[in-house]
């Protein structure tokens, strides 16, 4: 069977639409995954805002209160705060 230019174009536009959508669900579950991690480390954590959890957490995590975040496109291992150990917060 031979396929036309533009019916090749669309199967090519739906492959990266169905790549896209696979890629966001990815994103979506590990984001629940480490959610799910951090909010384990603190107990009433549920019951927080968004601003109030990520302020807890910035908090907890850094050791000056500020965030560290990696460069954008940069590697998480190559961030300030890389290879640090966390500490558990209830002591």
């Not at 890629?23 to 991690?37: D, S, W, Y």
């Not at 384990?40 to 019951?47: A, I, M, V």
């Amino acid at each position: 069977m031979s396929y036309t230019k533009s019916q090749l174009q669309h199967q090519k536009e739906l492959e990266v639409a169905r790549e896209r959508i696979r890629n966001r669900k990815k994103r979506t579950r590990r984001l629940i995954q480490f959610g799910a991690i951090a909010e384990s480390f603190f107990p009433g954590s549920d019951r927080l805002t968004p601003e109030e959890f990520q302020n807890l957490l910035s908090s907890r995590l850094s050791p000056s209160g500020r965030r560290n975040p990696p460069e954008e496109n940069q590697d998480i291992s190559q961030a300030d705060n890389a290879g640090c150990v966390i500490k558990d917060w209830r002591t």
